[in-house]
């Protein structure tokens, strides 16, 4: 699976973006989805995910209630609509995939996902 995140870019404080994930190679609907999202000199770190059947999402408190994590598998695409932004959450957003997460290992944890994209810069200036 070929995983192709964008949408990315700069946007001023209180702002709005939506990122797009399209999966290649294999059906998107075979995995849980994930965002994660890594700031200069810090770890990656959890966003939002979504079970395969996108009956189930799961959120970092950091940005609950401000981003939305969504699936349309008749396009093998995730989605990340992020709403009132903040300069925190200026990052590299990468999306991922895998058939583990919901099922054996917990949607937040990276080492469960199988596939990555190359990555997507967010930059919310104050």
């Known amino acids: 699976v070929q995983l192709q995140a964008s949408g990315g870019g700069l946007v001023q404080a209180g702002g709005s973006l939506r990122l797009s994930c399209v999966a290649s190679?294999?059906?998107?609907?075979?995995?849980?989805m994930g965002w994660f999202r890594q700031a200069p000199g810090k770890e990656r770190e959890f966003v939002r995910a979504?079970?395969?059947?996108?009956?189930?999402?799961s959120s970092a408190d950091s940005v609950k209630g401000r981003f939305t994590i969504s699936r349309d598998d008749a396009k093998n695409t995730v989605y990340l609509a992020m709403n009132s932004l903040k300069p925190d959450d200026t990052a590299v957003y990468y999306c991922?995939?895998?058939?583990?997460?919901?099922?054996?290992?917990?949607?937040?944890?990276?080492?469960?996902?199988?596939?990555w994209g190359q990555g997507t810069l967010v930059t919310v200036s104050s």
């Open positions: 991922a995939a895998g058939v583990r997460p919901y099922v054996t290992a917990g949607p937040s944890t990276p080492e469960a996902y199988d596939y």
């Open positions: 190679g294999r059906t998107s609907s075979s995995y849980a």
């Open positions: 979504i079970s395969r059947t996108g009956g189930t999402t």
